[in-house]
């Protein structure tokens, strides 16, 4: 494996008008610095068009504007506000690590926070797709490559050496003599007095020191004191604890509340009002709330679902599948079709949103992947300007697509304005469940012909319940403009969103002849809430796609691992399913009803490989563990992933043994039951989501070195693989294909479901003689 | 109102408040102390685990009126105390594992993890791959491998 050689492209940044150094870059940059492949979501040219450089100099009041600015500090820091949001995926680590490998600042020197909605940023400011990193490369290295110039030009100028000749180290600028000045000093000496455009070279990749070297969380000791702070963490004064009444079926609506008033004289209870998707309370405490909501007397209007359950969607989806060409003549078939049930997006924090609603203006905390959609909304719900529409941007307990969706801040603001008052708004845990957002239940159907040793052609159909991309997605891809992928079409709506994102992401990376494949949705994308897991299409048309490869390699008598080998596309795939399989011994002996599984996937920018060993032998399986789901246990998951550059390995570790725990949970325990218009589930102790007694023994990440000099995403990137190798280890563990997954949908319902009205269940009052088992 | 009186984090507490409140929420909305998290109110995801005179257990499901004065709250906020350091050994094996992912579990993963591991050592064992399995605390973004790791590395240190 070779890095590719350094080029010295140069870059163009700013300097800004300000008491110390600050400079800045374009943040529509984004979509042209540095990468060379495409990107899965299609950047918008929107920004640098539409601002240059003499806006920048007579808009001196707002002289960031449509920019991001790293800050020299007089304590010798440097300062970033990140225009993207901080989910445990670990962007403010590698952001800081960024800037600090420019700079040549110790990494706990750079403060790096979340930026608020910044409007001016268009599209920018969306988490979502693992696009920060790829996406935000650039302009932050140029920022800071540019407060760097800014400094050693100062010192040069104040120490009378000439620049070529100054060195920096650890925040402090050297003279050859020994003389030395350090940053803080020159932040303030530095700092200009008019703005302008400056030419910058970003260090080559060959000098990195920072970026390539694991680097623990920049916030790990507020994480383990409990000192982190999310939104509910915040103190706004009057924003009291605030909660929802809701109905009992998908989406229904509040008709009438017939005891308002005895609700609104319960203890502690400051407020009850009627709002669009439910009964809003307002207390003392979160306790009485859930007290107040369960006390609610409400009808309701019917849901959009109230006919619907897995089975009628089930038959509507087999009905819309898109027709298959006939396999070629003589050809040997590989046919097999999976149904993928609902998952739940919910993160361990509920969603969670703090507004005060004044006459002339609102202000917002909240954690939001999208946070300028969410601005357009409030203001549109509320009649005001965007300006008037402050949103801060809070860390989150997880997002995993969840936090794509405003629904949370809009209820917030509704409650905020009847009540005239803040509030503190949480969903409960059932609400996250049953009026949360899922990833839609979908069928994905594989044929593959063969003969002799080769794959003559691959089809996949793909059917779906509609997934909302309306939130966020629609928005880059609608902006894509006159040569967006959606514009060239005559049909607008969400239609054109998912088939941009279904090929836009899903790929075949063999080389299986003739390839064709294709996704149809049923419904209006607006019937279920759903939205992504973490991943989008390929959490399950991968993992299709990977059983049936196993199905060929199996037809065709080669070893799976072999046969990956032989058909992917390139060399630098097959070492990365080289370097997995040599680290977990591919093809070891296992003992019966145990097995290895090993699949491959490419997308955002990388490639990844997973061998994945199950235990699916009864003593496992049968496992007895209170109110849970135990089956077959995967013991040992190894994953070898090529970022292209990796900024921060330990980070990108973390990220591939969260999601192989979603992989483990999605194939084998985690679904949601659609009965008759409501889910079933209601708590983590009935959607199956991995638990300890589920987790492997052994997880080993092999992280590639470089293979480009520019990073790929992280973040959703070892889902499909992941599950493709699990599901792969159980079906040669069991000698079965399962044909739908999870492998326990149809079981007996393993618990008894929460009622559906009240809304939420009451909290046990037994908690001292469980003792936190 | 009632008044409710206890130890919390080593210093006595007073706190007028209705009798059938959960102590998370006396913990959280009334006295400001955030380390124990909200995730389900049900005495399911754990994210709560705090200690009660130095046992694991979850306030979400603990009405206040039945903590008595002499009762004694840790809650992640006070763990450091309890050995008289900066930080607990189990924190700084997590630091050292580098286990947090968005954070808003390991709160209740770090009280749990020390309750375990005192209850292993009073029994006079190791804490044992079945002793894992059995932390019911879910960690969404999927830390759990990390935090055995980690729980092994503080126990040595404890
Ligand atoms: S919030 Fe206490 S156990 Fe979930
Ligand atoms: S670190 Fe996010 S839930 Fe555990």
Redesign the interface.
Known sequence: MTVMEPTRRRFIAYLVAAPTVVAAARWADASTGGGTAPSPIPSAPGAADTYDLNDLLTDSAKPTANMITVTMNKDGTASFALPRVESGQGITTSTAMIIAEELDLPVGKVRVTLADARPELMMNQFTAGSNTTISTYTPIRSAAAAAKQQMLLTAADELGVPVHRLTTHDGVVHAPDGRTMSYGVLAEKGAATTSREIDVTLKPVAQFKVVGQPHRRVDALEAVTGRKKYTLDHDVPGALPTMICRPPTIQGTPKKVHNLATVKGMPGITDVAMISNGVAVRGQTFGQCIEAVRALKVTWNPGTVDKDSDQTFLAELKAAELPMAPPPPGASVVDEAFTFYWKSNTALEPQTAIADVRKDGVTIWSSLQAPIFTQKQVADLLGFSTDQVKVHVTNSGGAFGRRMFSDVVLEACEASKKFGKPVKLMWHRTDEFRAGRMHPMCISHVRASYSGGSVLNFEQRHTSVATDWSMGFGEPITAGGASGPVAQSPIHGNYNYSQTVWNLTVNVPYNFGQVDHAIQEIRDYTVMKSGSVRNLYNADAAVARELVVDQLAKAMKIDPYAFRDAFLKDDASRSVLKAAAKAAKWGRSMRPGTAQGIAFHSEYHGRIACVAEIDARPSTINRKKRQAVTGPRVTRITIAVDVGLPINPKGIQAQMMGGAMDAIGQILTESLHLKDGYFLEGSWDDYYYTRQWNAPFDVNVIVMPATSESPGGVGEFPIAVTKSAVACALTRATDKLPSYFPINHLDPLPFEPFPTEPSIPPSPNDGLHRKGE | MPRHTFKLNGKRVHVN??N???L???L???L?V??????????????C?SH?NG?????????VS?ISADDEIT???GL?DTVGKD?HPM?EA??EM??????????GQ?M?AV?KVKEAKAAGREIT?AD?????????????????EAIQAGAKAM
């Open positions: 408040v209705p059938d409140v959960h998370l929420w006396v959280r909305d009334v400001g955030n380390g124990p998290k909200y995730g389900c109110g049900l005495d399911v995801c754990k994210a685990t009660i046992k694991a257990f979850n306030p979400c499901c603990v009405p039945k809650t992640i906020e450091p930080l924190q997590w630091l580098d286990v947090a992912q968005c954070g808003y579990c390991q709160p770090i749990a309750a791959d894992l399995d059995d932390i019911r605390n879910i960690c969404r973004c999927g830390t759990y491998h990390r935090i055995r």
